[in-house]
């Protein structure tokens, strides 16, 4: 009888662990420009991909993009348009005005889940020169700690060592 139970209790907790993959949000995969890099001339447009489709509604901007100049004021962009897992937006105004320097790009996206997601992303506009310069001492960056499909060790770790811990309780009582 009491193996029974902890065979159910083992059971529903690996229910609970596999339960949890469904919350997942959408996570960002790339940009162009890319994030971090100096590019020689400003772009025309930001795109940003993620790893699943966004959320479309029709009269509401659920997903949006912002551009941010060197000096912190905001750069006026289209409409961010969505297609599948990717979003984009134009540049307004003329890009060649725009000075060389550091911009920011944020973002605030909404995946199938409902969930919103905010990030940022940034990248430099230099003159040919600086881009060298610049680009012999790379930022290393940090990796975040996921399996290749994107399973968050860091998130499971606890139901692991819960599952160590009952597999040893087993273990003992069975030498008993």
């Known amino acids: ?3 029974r139970t ?25 940009s162009n420009p890319s994030d971090g890099s100096v590019v020689q001339s400003f772009p025309s447009e930001i795109s940003l991909t993620f790893n699943e489709e966004l959320l479309t509604l029709d009269d509401e901007s659920v997903n949006t993009i912002s551009l941010f100049g060197p000096d912190g004021i905001e750069i006026p962009l289209s409409s961010a348009v969505v297609t599948g ?3 984009v937006a134009t540049v307004a105004g003329d890009v060649a005005a725009l000075p060389a320097g550091k911009y920011r790009v944020s973002y605030r996206v909404v995946s199938a889940d409902g969930h919103p997601v905010k990030g940022e992303i940034s990248f430099e ?3 040919l020169e600086e881009i060298a310069t610049t680009q012999a001492t790379p930022t290393p960056t940090p990796t975040p700690l996921t399996q290749p499909d994107g399973v968050d060790l860091g998130a499971i770790a606890p139901f692991l060592a819960i599952i160590l811990i009952i597999g040893a309780v087993l273990l003992i009582r069975k030498k008993r």
């Open 85 to 87: 897992a990717n979003l």
């Open 125 to 127: 506009v230099a003159p």
């Open 6 to 30: 902890v065979h159910f209790k083992l059971a529903l907790l690996l229910l609970l662990l596999t339960g949890s993959a469904a919350q997942a949000h959408a996570d960002f995969v790339s």
């Open 1 to 3: 009888m009491l193996r």
